[in-house]
């Protein structure tokens, strides 16, 4: 047999009939998990009834729960029973060790899997960037979370996600724009389709802010590769607010990017700041700027943007502090919590 042709680890039963292997049960759940649940999880649960000691069908399964089913207590029993089952599966540990901060907001426990996924396969860039990202949002540690990027990259220097969220560090923590547009250009030289890639650069360039024509333009390839693509509609959506002072477009694309994602906090963000300064319509940015915070509780942003609103729509300025406080609390070093923040003590 070549090494070309697949292993068929496949059995058959008394009958003759064959009878599918963990594997092709699991690579045939994947392959329907988004576009058709109800197929796929029996698939999953075959899997693992097959193989009930292997640890990539109980991951996978996790996985399945926390990103389709949002079955946030399932999933993570089935992250325990994959890693109890291999104790040292970087991928068991560092899913798991994502899941423990995004979803569970425990930083300690995030950083206890980070370290023993690490541990295991020190040289993946996957979980290195991860690790990175998380030592950057959560932790605040700029120094380690750069070091973390670097080794990354030097583990993969292609890998273009890695790329894309060093450049965001390197905009955002460092202020450099001269090494986020390197880095960027090289995450789009490694992925020129990928969506979330050019969104991402076409968001840095508007940032910049020295060729706009530039950023139109990658916007635009951008959801001409993904139509559906909540979060690059959302921030194309504000540079046409903006930038262009096209409010009618920018509406159209907000609406259509909470169509896709009702929870994406940074749409319902921005449309409600164009509904209240735009449309005049107080009550609607609010309803906005709640679903923004419901979505996302520990958002800065959308904190301090509703604390300014309270302030200046409502008249209400003793729940405006209460909110600038919580924003600053969750992000001290986010220029807009600090600009809004000098804003509403300017004005108290």
Known sequence: MSDETPHDDSRTDGAGEKIPSPKSLLKEAKRTAEADP???????????AAAPNDAEPLREYALFLWIVRNDFDQAESHFVLSIAAAPNDFRSLGFYAVFASQIRRDADRAEELFQRSLTANPSNAYFLGKYADFL????????????????????????????????????????????ARALFER????????????????D???????DPQKAEATFERAIAVNPNHATNLA??????????DDADRAEELFKLAIQIDPNHTGALNNYAGLLLRVRKDADRAETLYR?????????AAALANYSLFLKEARNDRESADQFIALATELDPKNEMVRRIREELDDSA
């Open 204 to 210: 840095f360039l508007c940032r910049e802010g020295n």
């Open 187 to 202: 995450a789009v030289e490694a992925a020129p389709t990928d969506p979330r890639i050019l969104g991402g650069y076409a």
């Open 235 to 244: 921030l194309f959506a504000s540079f046409l607010y903006d930038e262009r």
């Open 291 to 299: 679903r923004a915070i419901d979505a996302d509780p520990r958002n």
């Open 136 to 179: 950057y949002d959560v932790r605040k540690d700029f120094d380690r979370a750069e070091a973390c990027y670097e080794k990354a990259i030097a583990c993969s220097p292609r890998n273009a996600i890695v790329l894309a969220c060093y450049a965001e560090f390197a905009l955002n923590a460092r202020k450099s724009f001269d090494l």
């Open 38 to 48: 109800g197929l796929a999880e029996p698939l999953y649960l075959r899997a693992i």
